[in-house]
């Protein structure tokens, strides 16, 4: 490991971890950080740091960084490079340029002609410049063994810098292969939650520990274990590999077919009232929106629904009718129309074909959905097991964040989508649904004046 004695004077103080990273001056250097310990921060430190550098000697220097996202590459330009360039004092201008028709490139410029460029990663974007790069999030790159084959000639100029940083996401990348090869000319760093604490980073690990509630998450994420997913009906590798910037937001919506899956609250506060929109582009199946909320009440839910029917072209719903959704499966096809709605109960066969369904999906890349971690844990967190009699059944552990509510909204919008209806299981109780007497009028002043359900909920 190639070191430096060049005094850092960061925007922050740096903790151990931080400086061993700074301070290591190999050509080839990949690091595995726990989640929210400052990797982004650290790296775009040393460029700052070397653009500074070669402006007091009169030279250039070059870098770009690829991020997972355009989200992510403004933040590592705007809360990383240009943060530390000021409080270095050094002289700067800002720009904005196109790189291609979709892609608008972030770019600061020294008045001695240094660069740097952030922008989201693809094979395109890592095959157009010969600089320094960092690889941001590499882990979570789609295609990231394509932006390496395109990259690494780019970067083969002897002096030029490689850096890759990320959290772990399974074995099924190109980080996994970097992080774990040997004698290969790489500087390896790993710092996991221990670790940063070890190195006076103030976090309270046991409480983040409770907090996370996932096993799964808290081990990829802050202790940086490799996880192939076995377990999980969905494994982070076949989640990341549909993620994409794009999805979840509302304002791309492009006026085609939306199918909607909404996953109802059981009432015990925690769990979430999901509702979850697909908009069919081509034959991919573009998340538009996803509202999750534990304090939507059931007066709420109609109107929220509401809402999303009058902002898309909704052609079909499928609706948990179980428990508490039988209500809110009845008043929904009232308004709506009881060809656009349709309630779905929760019964192992309907769930094992939902899930078939919606893996499916995932397994075929005919879904788009948002890089967010809470959804990346809600749909992971999902397990098929055997029950005593061999018959497959799904299990979610109920954390802080309900159990699972985004992946069955998520699979219910795909199944709405399907050719085929989901099979609904019905079976008569013999007596009149409290839907049916609302509808009715038979809870008259009650419903009229708003009534909380008390008891009810």
Not at 155 to 184: A, C, Q, W
Request: glycine share 8%.
């Amino acid at each position: 490991m190639a070191t430096s004695d060049t005094a850092v004077s960061p925007a922050l103080a740096l903790y151990a971890y931080q400086r061993r990273w700074v301070a290591d001056e190999s050509r080839f250097k990949i690091a595995m950080f726990a989640r929210q310990c400052g990797k982004t921060f650290t790296s775009t430190l040393e460029i700052a740091l070397d653009v500074v550098r070669a402006e007091a000697a009169g030279k250039r220097t070059r870098w770009v960084i690829l991020s997972r996202g355009e989200r992510q590459a403004r933040e590592a330009m705007n809360e990383g490079v240009k943060l530390h360039l000021r409080a270095l004092q050094a002289a700067f201008k800002e720009l904005e340029v196109p790189f291609d028709a979709s892609i608008r490139a972030l770019e600061v410029e020294t008045p001695g002609g240094s660069r740097v460029t952030a922008l989201p990663a693809n094979p395109d974007t890592a095959r157009g410049f010969s600089a320094n790069v960092l690889l941001d999030e590499f882990a979570f790159h789609q295609d990231s063994r394509a932006i390496w084959k395109a990259l690494f000639p780019v970067i083969s100029k002897p002096g030029l810098k490689l850096r890759v940083i990320s959290t772990p996401n399974g074995k099924g990348n190109k980080f996994y292969e970097l992080m774990t090869g040997h004698d290969d000319g790489w500087s390896r760093h790993v710092t996991d939650i221990y670790q940063a604490v070890a190195d006076g980073l103030p976090r309270d690990i046991e409480e983040l520990k409770r907090g996370a509630g996932d096993p799964d998450l808290w081990a990829q994420e802050f202790e940086l274990q490799w996880l192939d997913g076995a377990s999980a009906w969905l494994d982070y590798d076949l989640i990341s590999s549909c993620e994409h910037p794009h999805a979840g937001d509302p304002t791309r919506y492009s006026g085609g077919p939306c199918y909607i899956g909404v996953d109802i609250a059981s009432g015990r506060g925690r769990d979430l009232f999901v509702v979850w929109v697909v908009e069919k582009v081509g034959d991919v199946f573009w998340t538009r929106e996803v509202i999750a909320d534990n304090r939507i009440g059931p007066l709420q839910q109609p109107e929220v629904l509401a809402d999303v029917f009058s902002r898309y072209q909704v052609v079909r719903a499928c609706m948990d009718q179980t428990g508490m959704g039988e209500t809110p499966v009845a008043l929904a096809q009232r308004r709506h129309g009881a060809a656009r709605v349709e309630g779905v109960l929760f019964t192992a066969p309907n769930k094992l074909t939902m899930a078939t369904t919606g893996r499916a999906r995932f397994e075929d890349k005919r879904i788009r959905i948002p890089a967010a971690p809470e959804i990346r844990a809600d749909l992971h967190k999902l397990q098929k097991i055997s029950g005593p009699t061999g018959a497959p059944r799904f299990v979610a552990d109920s954390d802080s964040a309900g159990h699972a509510d985004r992946a069955w909204a998520c699979f219910l919008a795909l199944n709405a989508a399907d050719n085929q209806p989901v099979p609904i299981d019905f079976k008569s109780t013999g007596r009149r649904s409290m839907a049916a007497a609302m509808l009715d009028g038979a809870w008259g002043d009650e419903w009229a004046g708003g009534n909380d359900f008390q008891g009810y909920v």
